[in-house]
């Protein structure tokens, strides 16, 4: 069984910067595709941005490409997302999820991932 803790989130001004790390626990994750997701009230959970298992590729969400990057550190099992020029509909609450078995590729799908964290929120203000 994996944990996965969020952290990080916040009350920030369009324009600002933030940074939300997740802490994976309870096995090794190094081998695994990690993706950051994120939901609103209004819409389901969607895909922000995701890692291969060494950080060799990477892919993002058309809304936030070139203003979001995710990277890991797979020494200390965390997973990182920079999110920079932060926009009012960025705001919600950004998840880290695992799937259940190592891959190669990154899915876009909340289905795809088994192993998700409690949530952090972020809220931009206009």
């Known amino acids: 069984q994996v944990q996965l803790v969020e952290s990080g989130g916040g009350l920030v001004q369009a324009g600002d910067s933030l940074s939300l790390s997740c802490a994976a626990s309870g096995r090794p994750v190094n081998s695994f595709t990690w993706a950051w997701f994120r939901q609103t009230p209004e819409k389901e959970r969607e895909f922000v941005a995701g890692?291969?298992?060494?950080?060799?590729?990477?892919n993002s969400a058309g809304a936030v490409k070139g203003r979001f990057t995710i990277s890991r550190d797979n020494a200390k099992s965390m997973l990182y997302l920079q999110m920079n020029s932060l926009k009012p509909e960025d705001t919600a609450v950004y998840y880290c999820?695992?799937?259940?078995?190592?891959?190669?590729?990154?899915?876009?799908?909340?289905?795809?991932?088994?192993?998700w964290g409690q949530g952090t929120q972020v809220t931009v203000s206009s």
């Open positions: 999820a695992l799937p259940w078995n190592p891959l190669v590729t990154i899915p876009i799908f909340a289905n795809e991932y088994t192993y």
């Open positions: 890692i291969t298992w060494n950080g060799g590729q990477t």
